[in-house]
């Protein structure tokens, strides 16, 4: 299955799928990686793993249909948004319906939506007294947040937590969980039905 991956920021999300392909867990490749600015981390992995990658210029009419034509010569079956920051335009969701998936850092429906990005989120869970949080992986429709869940991890939020411990406890289990379902996918093991979506196990 050929991935590709957007992303805006360090991109240790980037790295596991990538690292998952490579070891054979996926069975697929990243064909591609799309940052949306030139300062991002992601750039830097990418080049190292000699990965295409491609910056995002201009505004998202500008770039839509470059950005497109890329992917289908990378001929792209799969999109993973990791950390990425802006909106995906709609242009991009006709051409793979129902195949880009974003992770959040949270247990969706809660404490998704606007603002509701990085250390945000996990400042918001702590306020509000959660005894637990997590990861989870959705189709993306055309509004942030609420695509059809996919899969998620639960940790525990630990008394004392600062936002920052809580954040680096939700990435690592999204490091596990995003290859996990990423393989599923290419296993063709996922099945969507409407909007309820179940994943079928490994076969042996
Ligand atoms: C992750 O926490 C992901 O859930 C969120 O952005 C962060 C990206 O981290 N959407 P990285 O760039 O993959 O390290």
Redesign the pocket.
């Known amino acids: 299955m050929n991935i590709a991956i957007f ?1 805006s ?6 790295q596991a799928i990538a690292d998952a392909c490579e070891s054979g867990h996926i069975p697929g490749r990243v064909v591609l990686c799309v940052a949306s600015r030139a300062d991002a981390g ?1 750039i830097e992995r990418a080049e190292r793993l000699g990965i295409p990658h491609t910056v995002l210029q201009g505004s998202s009419s500008e770039w839509t249909p470059s950005v497109l034509r890329q992917l289908h010569e990378a001929s792209t079956q799969l999109i993973a948004l ?2 990425f920051m802006k909106m995906i335009p709609k242009p991009l969701i006709q051409h793979f319906p129902r195949r880009i998936l974003n ?3 949270a247990l969706l429906p809660a404490y998704g939506g606007k603002g509701m ?2 250390i945000h989120v996990h400042r918001a869970v702590i306020a509000a007294g959660e005894a637990e949080s997590g ?1 989870t992986v959705h189709v993306v429709d055309e509004d942030y947040d609420t695509g059809p869940i996919v899969a998620q991890t639960r940790v525990p939020v630990l008394s004392g937590d600062t936002p920052e411990d809580l954040a680096s406890r ?2 690592s289990v ?1 490091h596990q969980l995003y290859p996990d379902v990423l393989r599923a996918f290419a296993e063709h093991r996922v099945r969507l039905s409407g909007n309820q979506i179940s994943i079928d196990p490994p076969r042996p």
């Open positions: 992303a920021g360090g991109g240790s999300n980037f992601v990791a950390g992770i959040h850092p990005y990085g990861a939700v990435l999204e």
